[in-house]
């Protein structure tokens, strides 16, 4: 499996812009589709942005659309999540998943590689 670590969480005043990176290793990234998640205190998990295999399809959330984009560079091993307009209820760990597959989904239950997550802080 693949081993994914996510950098780039920090705290931001509304409005403001954040990066996060995944950092893939152990198997060939560019054989993986990758979705970001993120996860608020007394929350189910749930789907943020997706990219397929070759970065050619994407996916988001409704709640983010417009605000966020996702990226990958599969020379470099790396995932992003390109945040901007930040707003409190963005606040969440974020999460960078893996998936053998061409093809992004939108479903947690299709992803079998997790990082451990970066914090992500919103404040008012």
């Known amino acids: 499996q693949v081993r994914l670590v996510e950098s780039g969480g920090g705290l931001v005043q509304t409005g403001g812009s954040l990066r996060l990176s995944c950092a893939a290793s152990?198997?060939?990234?560019?054989?993986?589709?990758m979705g970001w998640f993120r996860q608020a205190p007394g929350k189910e998990r749930e789907f943020v942005a997706a990219i397929s295999r070759s970065g050619g399809s994407t996916d988001y959330a409704d709640s983010v659309k417009g605000r966020f984009t996702i990226s990958r560079d599969n020379a470099k091993n790396t995932g992003y999540l390109q945040m901007n307009s930040l707003k409190p209820e963005d606040t969440a760990v974020y999460y960078c998943a893996a998936r053998y597959s061409d093809y992004d989904s939108t479903y947690r239950r299709d992803y079998r590689s997790w990082g451990q997550g970066t914090q992500v802080t919103v404040s008012s």
């Open positions: 152990g198997r060939t990234f560019s054989i993986y589709s």
